[in-house]
């Protein structure tokens, strides 16, 4: 067996269920030798993560992250933007992060001031505390809403509510794709496009990302079938795209949820992407 691989992974710093420590204490045990932490934008987990790594000699911590961008077509759809070999520790690369995670708090504020309105009070100080340290959205507002016994599930709380057309929603804060990739190149990091099947009129989509500054996209993902992963490499490969990819693992525990180390590029397609950062290319 090859290198094993894992770029795409989350901690309690977004929405994952680990902290980075204990995430780092699994991908050790299961043997990743490389691996991504990227979680939802934020780079908050990193220095946990590489503190932690240093303690297991076999395991190398790639710095990442996920940024929530426009899809570039609708803006009321998401691209997911993973960038990879950050020099995260910059002063305008985390004024720009937390300026967008601020706005992500405004706005679930904004959305519990509605739910009041229509009935459903939930105290924001309990939002923020299920949130914890992450990025705060719809699914935290959701979980307190099932809490104070106004709704059954997480699920029930999106229908006609939290969903984009529910009545207590509030758009969420922008950033484009293009600003997405100048942020992460920024910081001397490449630009990868999560889970292409998940976004909206993605064949469309795929054959302009080397030109908007992509440097790769995700084939070998935990969720994809081996028939797709076939036909994205393909679609990788014809538009000059290195095929990477990760478990997306968040340790939510459910049946099936790919492990990490479960998904990843080969080791050649690793050095590829880690050789165009060094290069700024
Ligand atoms: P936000 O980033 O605050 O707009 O929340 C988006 C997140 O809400 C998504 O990543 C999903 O995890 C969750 N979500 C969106 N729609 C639904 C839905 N209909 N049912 C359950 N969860 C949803
Ligand atoms: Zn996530
Ligand atoms: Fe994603
Ligand atoms: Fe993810």
Excluded at 105 to 111: D, V, Y
Aim: charged residues 25%; proline residues 5%; without cysteine.
């Amino acid at each position: 067996m090859g290198t094993v691989i894992d770029l795409h992974m989350h901690t309690t710093l977004s929405d994952g269920r680990r902290t980075p420590t204990e995430l780092v204490r699994l991908l050790a045990e299961r043997g990743v030798e490389i691996a991504a932490v990227s979680d939802h934008d934020s780079t908050e987990g990193l220095d946990e993560a590489q503190a932690e790594a240093s303690r297991h000699p076999g395991l190398r911590i790639i710095p990442a992250i996920e940024i929530s961008a426009d899809h570039p077509d609708d803006e009321t759809a998401e691209v997911h933007v993973l960038g990879y070999f950050l020099r995260y520790h910059d002063g305008p690369f985390q004024e720009r992060l937390a300026r967008f995670r601020a706005e992500r708090e405004t706005r679930a504020q904004r959305m519990v001031e509605r739910l009041t309105g229509l009935g459903y009070p939930v105290v924001w100080e309990r939002v923020a505390q299920i949130a914890g340290e992450a990025s705060i959205g719809r699914p935290h507002i959701a979980q307190a809403l099932v809490e104070a016994g106004h709704i059954a599930t997480v699920k029930d709380a999106f229908k006609g509510l939290l969903d984009d057309d529910g009545a207590a929603f509030v758009s969420r804060p922008h950033i484009s794709t293009p600003e997405a990739v100048a942020l992460i190149r920024s910081v001397g990091g490449v630009a990868v496009l999560a889970h292409p099947l998940f976004v909206k009129e993605w064949e469309g989509l795929v054959p302009r990302l080397a030109g908007m500054g992509f440097t790769g996209m995700e084939v070998h993902y935990g969720e994809f079938s081996a028939e797709e992963r076939l036909r994205l490499a393909r679609l990788a490969e014809t538009n000059g795209l290195l095929a990477t990819g990760g478990s997306d693992y968040h340790g939510f525990g459910h049946e099936g949820e790919t492990l990490p180390g479960g998904a990843g590029p080969s080791l050649p397609t690793l050095e590829a992407l880690e050789r165009l950062a060094e290069a700024g290319a």
